[in-house]
């Protein structure tokens, strides 16, 4: 009974949400490609979201906490000294928090992941191709079609040169992209790398029936798994079974992982490479592999050493490593930089500036021009989100979005922790969004990336991702208590 309860409670997606749930994954696959379809998509979808389930949103605690943040930002657009400028930074951030808001509600389970998932490797596949081919093959076009609807630039040699930016506005930028999307493939590409041990282990032959197969491996009839429920949950877990019995995902995965992990070194990114080594590490512990770790450990302990030891041991090291990587992380690879251009100097100056007007900032999108009026060098930001944040709206503010943050990544790692609740395939799902959420917080500590429309919508989705199956597990307590 109360199994029937729940099946009519948080499956009602397949029936009324399913048809704006498949745009959003259209618009994901299109994003890379026309920003301008791919958030007009998202746009109708969320306001969609939010026309049919306002009451539900709306009776959110998170969704309090971004309405009284959005309050903050507006009132300190408000005291801006230049004004203009404050309201329109405003859009970097409002139209998203309706966004998450409007997804949280839409994805709900874990099902609705892999589809994400799926959707952002598949899309992430000709920006890389083309970022590779930009690189080695001296790639060069600018293309429009029905005016800014489809619209490919790609400038020869990269931006900066040498380094590769594919469509994406600079190597940076492209950088946090792939380093996102590596992390759902690598943890796509484990799954299916698992099933395929699964059907090995159960000793899988042509004379045995694949639903039988499927079947087997399904947990016990009386033994419901929190994602799957019932003879519903049951049919879909045997049909993803059964199609991940075909090598084509697991190939694909693999030229996937291989290549967004190619143009990820590429695009020359410090803090990418960091990121995606963290990852892969993460995943290594996660699943065990001790002997993985150490290789990885040892790999990038050379590097280091490399780059960074005294000169009779780097020296050494360094007929190993490539300086490629060695002369990237210790700068010898680009010589006298402008110390205004080092981020050590940009995060002082932001500092200094929030300590200044602690309560309002000096508004949104002020930290370029006062920064080139006090180091005559223009920077678009001091590359580092939180202290942005604080200089330009505020400690009230800063503090509250990360307070909301955090509120995330907490009950997030309490949902993991229900591992007995949890089936494996889903927990490793789960597993790597979490992964991708604390990258993207990595990521906005040494940058900033919500000036990139394409990357600032995909961060927040993913955000919504992980509330949305969060709250849906919440709420599937309260029910069951109150059924109890």
């Keep these: 009974m109360l199994g029937a309860s729940l099946n009519k409670v948080f499956d009602y997606f397949k029936s009324r949400w399913q048809s704006s749930w498949n745009y959003s994954l259209w618009a994901l696959l299109i994003f890379p490609l026309s920003p301008l379809v791919g958030a007009v998509t998202v746009g109708f979808v969320s306001l969609i979201t939010w026309l049919k389930q306002s009451r539900k949103i709306n009776r959110r605690p998170l969704n309090w906490g971004f309405a009284l943040l959005s309050v903050l930002l507006i009132v300190s657009a408000g005291f801006a000294q230049d004004k203009t400028a404050a309201f329109l930074g405003l859009f970097n951030l409002l139209p998203f928090f309706l966004l998450f808001a409007a997804h949280s509600a839409l994805i709900q389970t874990f099902t609705q992941l892999r589809q994400m998932a799926w959707a952002l490797v598949i899309g992430s596949m000709p920006v890389a191709i083309m970022g590779l081919g930009q690189l080695f093959l001296g790639w060069s076009f600018k293309f429009e079609f029905v005016w800014v609807v489809f619209s490919w630039t790609i400038t020869p040699g990269g931006n900066p040169p040498g380094r590769i930016a594919s469509l994406f506005l600079h190597a940076n930028t492209f950088a946090a992209y792939l380093v996102i999307v ?94 995606a080594i963290f990852a892969c590490l993460a995943y290594a512990l996660y699943q065990g592999w001790r002997i993985l770790v150490g290789s990885v450990a040892a790999i990038v302990s050379s590097v280091f050493l490399a780059a960074f030891a005294p000169s009779a041991v780097a020296h050494i090291f360094r007929w190993v490593v490539p300086a490629f990587f060695w002369a990237r992380l210790n700068d010898d690879m680009y010589p006298d930089r402008p110390v205004a251009l080092m981020r050590k100097t940009q995060w002082e100056f932001a500092w200094s500036l929030a300590q200044q007007h602690p309560w309002t900032g000096w508004g949104l999108r002020s930290f370029s021009n006062l920064y080139k009026a006090k180091m005559q060098i223009p920077l678009g930001h001091p590359h580092n989100l939180f202290l942005m944040l604080s200089a330009e709206t505020g400690f009230p503010s800063a503090f509250l979005f990360c307070g909301l943050l955090a509120w995330i990544l907490i009950t997030s790692v309490q949902l993991l922790q229900k591992s007995k609740y949890i089936n494996t395939g889903d927990k490793l799902i789960f597993f790597s969004y979490l992964l991708s959420f604390v990258g993207w917080i990595l990521l906005n500590t040494v940058d900033v990336t919500l000036f990139d429309f394409r990357l600032n919508t995909v961060s927040w989705l993913i955000l919504a991702a992980i509330s949305g199956v969060v709250h849906r597990d919440r709420e599937k307590d309260r029910l069951a208590s109150h059924q109890n």
């Design 182 to 275: 590596f992390i759902l493939s690598l943890g796509l590409w484990i799954e299916q790398w698992r099933l395929g041990i699964g059907y090995w282990r159960l000793g899988i032959r042509g004379s045995t029936s694949l639903r039988e197969a499927a079947r087997s491996l399904l947990p016990r009839s009386g033994t419901a798994t929190f994602s799957d429920r019932g003879a519903e949950g049951q049919r879909s877990r045997g049909e993803r079974l059964t199609a991940s019995h075909s090598p084509v995902p697991f190939f694909f995965l693999t030229v996937a992982v291989i290549t967004n992990f190619i143009t990820l070194i590429f695009t020359n990114s410090r803090n990418g490479w960091a990121i």
